[in-house]
């Protein structure tokens, strides 16, 4: 069984890599690089240096290694950036995902697991967000994860493809200290970054209705979220019946201000942070519900909020 993995040189798919390699299972990579790094692709997995937009490159990797399934998780990932760049957001992530599934179909590949978000949601009323919370996507970014579960119900529909889509929050830590998060719009990698430059973090928003005044969010380790895809294709490989969508959350959520004096800990920089006005359209709290998911795929958060951050501070400390 070997499954090709799609952005698998990025910082969550490299870790999707790495948890499949640690169950003896096979993985093929196809990346563009676009965000992504070919030094995060270990040595010995196959790598298919091409866009998905590149239908014959996507069927061709399929067929050549003899993909059993895959695990989609080629996007473009920056909710506030796709608001100005509403094109290129559909382009990489629907007709990308049309792209794959096309792929996948003249390959007679019939099993993906879909790396979709808990942007979905938009800013949900409930403070506790179930798979049936109702979607109201904010953003194109949101939005095209959720014509992506679309499509794949869809041609479920159409062809029997067998699937899942798994929605999360804000995946955080590092599973090796070579695998580092790069985005420069994620708020661990920015704290850090901040903390190593001698800049002070910022908390926007210290009187909200939540215990200690700042917001709360869901905050999951990057590798326990990689173990969850595994165990996803694993279900479908054995044709284990599966719910359309899960959500990945710890179900208690950290706060804001959590996060800080964790960062200062973790690093060891101590530091106060500066207090701002809250941001516009900022809900004090939104936690995910992930009962279903622990059902089905036996997911569990194993990485406590110290490990998060330590464990990206030493990524961000190989990184320099």
């Known amino acids: 069984?070997?499954?090709?993995?799609?952005?698998?040189?990025?910082?969550?798919?490299?870790?999707?890599?790495?948890?499949?390699?640690?169950?003896?299972?096979?993985?093929?990579?196809?990346?563009?690089?676009?965000?992504?790094?070919?030094?995060f692709v270990p040595e010995g997995v196959p790598f298919v240096r091409a866009s998905i937009l590149d239908t014959e490159a996507v069927r061709s990797a399929l067929v050549e290694h003899?993909?059993?399934?895959?695990?989609?998780?080629?996007?473009?990932?920056?909710?506030?950036?796709?608001v100005q760049r509403p094109l290129h957001t559909y382009a990489q992530n629907v007709t990308g995902t049309i792209s794959v599934l096309e792929a996948m179909a003249q390959a007679q590949v019939n099993?993906?697991?879909f790396s979709s978000s808990a942007a979905v949601y938009g800013t949900p009323e409930a403070e506790q967000v179930t798979e049936s919370t109702p979607t109201a996507p904010e953003s194109p970014y949101g939005e095209s994860k959720l014509i992506g579960e679309w499509l794949l119900a869809d041609q479920a529909r159409a062809v029997g493809l067998r699937h899942t889509s798994l929605r999360y929050f804000n995946v955080v830590g590092s599973g090796s200290p070579d695998l580092p998060d790069t985005s420069p719009h994620n708020l661990f990698p920015l704290v850090l970054e901040a903390l190593a430059a001698g800049r002070t973090p910022q908390i926007n928003g210290t009187d909200y209705p939540t215990p200690d005044g700042t917001c709360v969010r869901d905050y999951i380790h990057v590798a326990d979220l990689a173990v969850a895809h595994v165990e996803a294709a694993k279900a479908l490989a054995q044709g284990t019946a599966l719910e359309p969508v899960y959500n990945l959350g710890s179900g208690t959520g950290v706060s804001v201000r959590e996060i800080m004096d964790a960062m200062a800990a973790g690093t060891g920089i101590d530091f106060d942070p500066i207090e701002a006005e809250r941001r516009p359209g900022d809900p004090a709290r939104i936690v995910a519900d992930g009962e279903l998911a622990a059902r089905d795929l036996g997911w569990t958060m194993r990485h406590s909020l110290e490990q998060m951050v330590t464990s990206a501070w030493r990524a961000r400390r190989h990184q320099a």
Do not use: C, E, P
Request: a neutral charge; aromatic letters at 8%; zero cysteines.
């Open 66 to 82: 003899r993909i059993s399934g895959v695990v989609h998780v080629a996007a473009f990932k920056y909710a506030g950036v796709s």
């Open 1 to 39: 069984m070997t499954w090709l993995v799609t952005g698998g040189a990025g910082y969550i798919g490299a870790h999707v890599v790495r948890a499949f390699a640690g169950q003896g299972i096979g993985t093929v990579v196809i990346d563009d690089l676009s965000s992504g790094h070919a030094d």
């Open 111 to 113: 099993s993906i697991v």
